[in-house]
């Protein structure tokens, strides 16, 4: 199946890019609103294809792929607010899990994306990994319980993004629907600059404060790239097959993050602030290997019957 072995890729990608936004989010860029500024600005970079088949699609395609691309940006704006106030262990699967839920709800009921049996009983076991991964973190205190609101808005947002996107993808092509939805999320963020009190919130961060060389400056940029990377191997897989199932497949991300925090985490900790306990990693474990059973399933589903 080659949308699985890119949609894990990418979420392989993606893990490294989360651990790195943790970083910045918490020591280099402290407003998530500056942080999701830049990465929209970044989106300008699909620019280059143009010149590779890039056609005007109808008025109902644009339409779709600016609603992708806006709704995708409150998505970052919640999850980075989420990432600077905790654990990124805790906040990528909950936003994962939600993504995977809403996704697999909005996309039967607004477009009727059906699923196949035996992919939807693959999604359904990646979603309880998913769940059994975060269930330990999800109410564990007040702070949290206040945070989860924009975890459950960022999960939303995810979710009708790439629900969108799937059916730009099914009414146009891949690169079309790459490059409306991108210039979108670009021109979206510019937009706040014509607003006072968000505009003088933009420039304050150590990467626009410094020279552009500097440590934050290259790390904010590497992390992009590789997060550029995963998030074109996982957009492209959801062109291949249902946003439902490829964003099921975010809890091999989590693990992926899990494993770099064990090793990282202890030696680093006052850079991750990650939480290890006993109680928290049987969780994440038992979350894991249902994950890996999920995946199974999914790699020998033949299909089956539409719902």
């Known amino acids: ?118 992919e939807i009983i693959s999604v359904l076991v990646l979603i309880l990994g998913l769940v059994m991964l975060s269930s330990s973190s999800w109410f564990k205190s007040k702070l949290e319980r206040e945070h989860l609101l924009a975890m459950v808005i960022s999960g939303f947002c995810f979710a009708l993004s790439s629900v969108f996107l799937r059916e730009v993808f099914l009414k146009s092509s891949f690169l079309n629907g790459l490059i409306l939805s991108r210039l979108a999320m670009g021109f979206f963020v510019i937009t706040w600059l014509f607003i006072p009190k968000i505009r003088s919130q933009l420039f304050h961060g150590q990467i626009s404060s410094n020279h552009f060389q500097n440590q934050t400056s290259l ?31 975010a809890g091999t991300q989590y693990i992926f993050i899990l494993i770099a925090t064990l090793i990282l985490g202890k030696r680093n900790r006052h850079l991750l602030d990650e939480d290890y306990t006993k109680h928290t990693l049987v969780h994440k474990i038992l979350g894991s290997i249902t994950i890996m059973v999920g995946l199974a399933i999914l790699a020998l589903s033949d299909g089956g019957f539409k719902l």
């Not at 790239?225 to 249902?242: A, M, R």
């Open 1 to 118: 199946m080659t949308f699985l072995i890119l949609s894990t890729l990418g979420y392989f990608l993606n893990a490294l890019t989360i651990l790195i936004d943790k970083f910045l989010v918490n020591k280099g860029i402290p407003n998530p609103l500056t942080y999701t500024f830049y990465l929209g600005l970044l989106s300008f970079t699909v620019l280059i294809l143009l010149p590779f088949g890039f056609q005007i699609p109808s008025g109902w395609v644009l339409l779709l792929s600016c609603a992708s691309g806006i709704t995708f940006v409150f998505g970052w704006i919640s999850f980075y607010y989420s990432l600077k106030f905790d654990e990124a262990s805790r906040v990528a699967p909950i936003v994962g899990t939600l993504t995977a839920i809403f996704t697999f709800w909005l996309g039967l009921i607004l477009f009727k994306q059906a699923l196949s049996f035996g």
């Open 219 to 249: 790390l904010f940029i590497g992390g992009q790239i590789i997060g550029g990377l995963g998030g074109l191997l996982i957009t492209f897989s959801i062109s291949l097959v249902s946003p439902a199932i490829i964003n099921s497949l």
